[in-house]
């Protein structure tokens, strides 16, 4: 192994403190002509994974990842957790690259014209995925105190769909232990959260130790399991040298049995309102996550199913009667017709558009270059103005509450 190798291999190490060290000691290989130092562009990613939530990279490895990509920036986008936002931005410093923090959840639209809609959740009707954006960094602890409660709900929740997931392998030998087998998996003793992936990542970890790789995998799935697999997808498992197996595999148990062993989230949903109330209070960007029918799923992990686009008029009235300050999309993910008409109607009802790669697996590129559209130019500029506003924020805190004559005002941007 090389130096370089070394040191890559220690970003995802335990130690926060040796991950920001080994970034520190490759940036000087860089600066001493050791490691050809990247090319860097005018790419934006707002919304990268990390092991706080579901993510091959720790926070120090995201942003390496991010900076040899040569994005100009990158944005921290984890589940119901901001405990790694220390160390991206502390990782952005060292590498020189602008970084955004923020935190995804999903939310119960009870009481909205929307709570009896499938929305933008493949699993569950009036369950609605949001971020917020752009927190300034005094409130990074306001946010993490938020969502404990609601992370421990959910462990209660995946517990139970550990116990279903079992009674789907029990036939084969197959036994998930939460404690023993989810748990180690995450990093929700640091704070981070547990989610369905790491679920169903502990269960491929145990379908690999019982049938190996290859065909025995690919017959488990299709006889026992009864799951229909893409022509993609079967020849990912085929190979048995696939570097990125149990991404592979996992990205499949995704796609077709999370709707076997589901169990309805509730307790762990904060109320939209509560959520938007949270962003207005710390002066942080709530945002609309739209996904659009889903034809062809770009992250390999979703099926064919249809979500907002039939009823898109009462979404986006309802979104603006709720506040929301803006709509999130990904160009990769939808079509041009989608998305010229998202577009058009964040126009009219003046959402804020942010964007950005949901990247949580090794398979995927942190650059999304359908963003390179000239016709995306504005979620570039979109950006700058939102690590702007977050960096103003973060530099005067009275300016990050929004308090005009003793009133929680919209934030500017």
């Known amino acids: 192994m090389t130096k370089k190798e070394f040191l890559i291999d220690r970003l995802n190490n335990k130690d ?12 000087k290989m860089i600066e001493n002509g050791e490691i050809e130092r990247p090319v860097s562009g005018e790419d934006v990613n707002n919304h990268i994974h990390t092991t706080y939530s579901f993510s091959p ?10 900076y040899n990509a040569g994005l100009k920036t ?3 986008m984890d589940h119901d957790s901001l405990s790694g936002a220390r160390e991206f931005i502390e990782a952005g410093k060292i590498v020189g690259i602008l970084t955004t923090i923020g935190t995804e959840c999903r939310a119960s ?4 014209a929307l709570e009896d809609k499938r929305i933008n959740n493949p699993d569950q009707k009036g369950i609605a995925y949001m971020a917020l954006h752009g927190i300034p960094h005094q409130n990074i602890d306001v946010v993490i105190d938020f ?15 550990v116990e279903n997931i079992n009674l789907l392998t029990a036939g084969v030998g197959i036994c998930l232990d939460f404690d023993r087998d989810v748990l180690p998996l995450s990093n929700s003793f640091l704070g981070g959260s547990v989610t369905e992936r790491h679920l169903l990542y502990a269960l491929s970890k145990k379908i690999t130790a019982r049938f190996g790789r290859g065909s025995d995998v690919v017959s488990f799935l299709e006889n026992d399991l009864k799951m229909p697999l893409s022509a993609k997808v079967k020849n990912y498992l085929l190979d048995e040298e696939n570097d990125f197996y149990e991404y592979d595999l996992l990205g499949a148990l995704k796609s077709n049995m999370v709707e076997k062993f589901y169990v309805d989230a509730d307790e762990e949903c904060p109320p939209v309102k509560d959520i938007i109330a949270l962003g207005r209070k710390i002066g942080a960007i709530s945002a ?11 992250t390999g992990d979703k099926k064919a199913q249809k979500f907002e686009d039939d009823y898109i008029d009462l979404l986006f009235d309802t979104i603006k009667e709720l506040r929301f300050n803006a709509v999130t999309y990904m160009p990769s993910r939808n079509t041009m017709e989608q998305l010229r008409r998202v577009r058009s109607m964040c126009d009219s009802y003046g959402f804020f558009q942010i964007s950005g790669e949901d990247i949580n697996s090794p398979r995927q590129k942190f650059i999304c270059e359908a963003q390179r559209n000239p016709e995306f130019a504005n979620l570039h500029d979109a950006t700058l103005r939102l690590i702007r506003h977050e960096n103003e924020s973060t530099e005067d805190i009275t300016k990050a509450m929004f308090y005009v004559d003793g009133e929680t005002t919209e934030p500017e941007l």
């Open 16 to 27: 926060v403190l040796v991950r920001l060290d080994s970034l520190r000691e490759l940036m």
């Open 57 to 66: 990279y720790s926070p120090t490895k995201a942003v390496w990842m991010a």
């Open 74 to 76: 990158a944005g921290i």
């Open 109 to 112: 639209m009870a009481g909205t």
């Open 147 to 161: 969502f404990k409660p609601y992370s421990e709900a959910r462990n209660r929740r995946n517990r139970k769909m």
């Open 288 to 298: 609309y996550a739209y996904l659009g029918d889903v034809g062809d799923s770009v």
